[in-house]
Structure formats: structure tokens, C-alpha cells
């Protein structure tokens, strides 16, 4: 069993005893879903989101994030950014689901759970656990860092092509990067009207990050963005993408080939955007 210390625990209305590995699933579902100020839900398998949708309406963002990945998301962890209401929960009552996160849950929703008794139900607080460090210990000691809460809005990112990307595709790269800080690197998210279409992550190269996503997109690739949390070494991934219909890239930019990368993208009609900042998540 896991065994949360802190202020900022969340409340258990139901459900089987939370173990170490569903404290964890469910922190990494908060704190992605918590990235957005659209309404959200994120399904997240093993720390790693495997499909993250936002709308206006909770049950189609439930609906879209699931649909998203759904042989990965059978057994896996869902985050929402709102409280949980019956409609919503009635989707969730047709899948299996370890745990659900949520601010708050609606009489209706815990009415239609309660029949799902081993689901676990999470109220969560509406603050974060107040932290300025992450500490993690390693076999040479314990491991300190500045947590990151970087939010870019489309003022930060310098358009590196002549092919700039439309409002609608702006819109699409911010929500894939939000996305890909969640994301074990090497991480490549592919995204279209602010859904998750494909995920490749915990890669030890990137290029098989970069095929991992576009296999699980399929078709949805072609029209889709991509983000990357780091910069692209080589134009393989570029091409890739582009082969497989991405319009438009977001990167960090700074590797000694950004020129070669930045062509590639050129003769191949990808508008591409550089953050400048990068987000590796490990």
C-alpha cells in the first residue's frame, strides 16, 4: 500500500486500498490535467498519459481521450480538471478503470460509481501540495530540482519557417507541448483539435519515439501537429512526421543541425515553431 504524508492528500471516497503505483498514476493524471484551463480529462497508464482531450463539455472530453488510445487506457488512471458529473461517469462505468482524480465528484456521478465498488474515487484538493524542490533519492544521495512550471502562450514561440502555422494549428501545438511535459522522454505527442491522436514516449531514441506515435495516429497523423520535449539531432524525425501528414511542428530548437531541420520542414510544407525551452521529463 502507499502512504501519502501531507496537507494536500486526497480524500478516498470509495474504492480499494491505494497502492504506491495508483498514488503515482493518479499524481501524474492531476498534474496533466491541471495544465489546462479548458474543461480536460487525461487518461494515464504507467505515468504516462496515453490520451488527453479538451473541450467544453466534460463526458466529450472523456469520450475523445479514451477513444484516443483506448487498448491502452483499459485498467489505467483518468485525471479531470472538473468535477465529475453523472453523465461522465455513466462513460466511465462502461470501462475498466483503476482509479479516477477529480476536484470534486456530483451526487449523480457517485451514484452511478458506487455500483464500480473496487474503483477508487479521488476527491483532490483544490491546491497542490505546496513544494518549491522535487526530491528524488538515487543510489548517491538525494536528488533536488526546481519543479517546472513553465505555461508558454504563442508570444513565446518564434516561427523558424516561411509556412506559418493557422490559428487553429497555434492552438493545437500549445495543447501537444502541455502535453509532452507529462510525457517520459523522449517524448513525441501528435495532436489535432486539442486531442491526443498519438503518443511515443520512454524511447530511447527519438526517431522511434517519432514511428511509435505516428503508428498508433494511423490516418488521424495526416492534418494532425507534433511536439517534441527536446530538439530534433538529425531531420530524420521531420521527415517521418511529414510523410505521415503532420503540418506543423513544436520543438525547443538548439541542435547543431536546426538549419538541416528547419529546411526539411521547408520543402515539405511543415510549418515548425521553436519554445527555446525544453521539458525532459525522466
Known amino acids: 500500500a502507499g502512504v501519502l504524508y501531507g496537507s494536500a492528500a486526497p480524500e478516498q471516497l470509495q474504492g480499494k486500498e491505494l497502492s504506491f503505483v495508483n498514488i503515482l498514476d493518479a499524481d501524474a493524471a492531476l498534474k496533466c490535467a491541471m495544465e489546462f484551463e479548458r474543461t480536460t480529462v487525461v487518461i494515464i497508464k504507467h505515468t504516462s498519459p496515453c490520451g488527453v482531450a479538451s473541450t467544453n463539455e466534460l463526458k466529450e472530453a472523456f469520450r475523445k ?86 505555461s508558454l502562450t504563442a508570444g513565446d514561440l518564434a516561427v523558424v519557417t516561411q509556412k506559418r502555422p493557422t490559428p487553429e494549428q497555434m492552438q493545437d501545438l500549445l495543447f501537444a507541448w502541455k502535453v509532452a511535459k507529462h510525457v517520459k522522454s523522449n517524448a513525441i505527442v501528435l495532436a ?18 517519432t514511428e511509435m506515435a505516428v503508428r498508433k495516429a494511423g490516418g488521424l497523423a495526416r492534418g494532425a501537429v507534433l511536439a517534441s520535449d527536446a530538439f530534433f539531432p538529425f531531420k530524420d524525425n521531420v521527415l517521418i512526421a511529414a510523410q505521415a501528414g503532420v503540418v506543423a511542428v513544436i520543438q525547443p530548437g538548439g541542435s547543431l543541425r536546426d538549419e538541416e531541420v528547419i529546411l526539411t520542414a521547408e520543402e515539405h510544407g511543415v510549418a515548425m515553431v521553436f519554445t527555446r525551452t525544453r521539458e525532459f521529463k525522466h
Open 192 to 209: 489535432k483539435d486539442e486531442c491526443t491522436v498519438g503518443i511515443g514516449g520512454g524511447q530511447v531514441s527519438r526517431v522511434d519515439a
Open 65 to 150: 481521450a479514451y477513444a484516443a488510445d483506448p487498448k491502452s487506457a483499459f485498467g489505467g488512471i483518468i485525471g479531470l480538471n472538473r468535477a465529475v458529473d453523472g453523465s461522465t461517469a455513466e462513460l466511465i462505468a462502461q470501462r475498466f478503470f483503476e482509479v479516477v482524480v477529480a476536484p470534486d465528484f456530483s451526487e449523480d456521478a457517485l451514484e452511478v460509481l458506487r455500483e464500480k465498488q473496487n474503483l477508487r474515487l479521488l476527491r483532490a484538493p483544490t491546491q497542490f501540495f505546496d513544494f518549491t524542490r522535487e526530491l528524488r533519492t538515487t543510489a548517491f544521495g538525494a536528488l533536488v530540482q526546481t519543479p517546472s512550471r513553465a
